[in-house]
């Protein structure tokens, strides 16, 4: 017979979201760095004064070494520790690494390794954290316009790819000619840009100069920046399904975006 059993043991992990679960425990989706996403109970966290350390432990963008077990589907959570990675965000920040949570909890595969998104929203979230710093310590009658924006690209450009899903911002797929900066294109889903607009509606225009810009990750230009978060949000839409996102639809409304 086999055994199915699953033992995790003091693994890095962020907490991505949790669930009150009767009336003392969670139930946690974790960001665990080489086994994905996993749910686990945590038993006994709320109300026990002994555990009231783990229940705030468990709270979003701070890194921890955890140590689960079980099988299959939900685990149980056996010991949590903290680490000495704890990003600082508020205000915007806060909105967009709930945003990253988001994506992640849509998109992320469960038990399989993922180390190199794992490290890649480390980054993201350093670099949110060190803007919401510059943000708090500045004045606030000379407060710099930091466009959060270009993080959120990243974090969607790379996941896409480390995700298997990455985008062709190189090669006109028709021809195999590189990408011109003054010409239009129409990029179209697992394919790749073209020169002739698709008779049907499944493509997203972009200019070539917002590919090559995308390509090398730079977003001096404004247009550049229009341009893609148009594309990446319609190419994140064809894996995140029809439900909105919660934490864009907040971010609108609080932000008038």
Excluded at 43 to 66: H, S, Y
Excluded at 74 to 85: A, F, Y
């Amino acid at each position: 017979m086999i055994n199915n059993r699953i033992n995790l043991d003091n693994k890095s992990a962020v907490v991505l979201h949790y669930y009150h679960y009767r009336n003392t425990s969670l139930i946690v989706n974790f960001f665990v760095s080489d086994f994905g996403k996993v749910s686990a109970i945590a038993r006994g966290v709320k109300g026990k004064k002994t555990k009231q350390n783990q229940f705030a432990l468990l709270q979003p963008f701070q890194q921890l070494n955890i140590s689960l077990t079980g099988r299959q589907e939900l685990l149980i959570l056996k010991n949590i520790e903290s680490t000495s990675v704890n990003w600082k965000l508020s205000g915007k920040s806060l909105y967009c690494a709930y945003y990253l949570n988001e994506l992640l909890l849509r998109l992320l595969p469960s038990h399989s390794d993922c180390q190199q998104i794992f490290s890649l929203y480390d980054n993201i979230l350093t670099l949110l954290s060190h803007d919401a710093a510059e943000l708090s310590d500045t004045d606030s009658r000379q407060q710099p316009a930091i466009n959060y924006e270009i993080p959120l690209r990243i974090f969607e450009l790379k996941l896409l790819e480390f995700l298997g899903y990455g985008l062709n911002l190189s090669h006109e797929i028709e021809t195999g000619l590189l990408i011109e900066a003054d010409k239009q294109y129409y990029y179209v889903i697992d394919a790749g840009p073209c020169y002739i607009k698709p008779l049907d509606n499944n493509y997203c225009p972009v200019s070539g100069c917002t590919l090559i810009d995308l390509n090398n990750l730079q977003f001096s230009d404004r247009k550049t920046l229009h341009e893609s978060k148009q594309l990446l949000k319609w190419a994140l839409a064809g894996h995140l399904g029809d439900k909105p996102l919660k934490s864009r639809e907040m971010f609108k409304q609080l932000y008038c975006l």
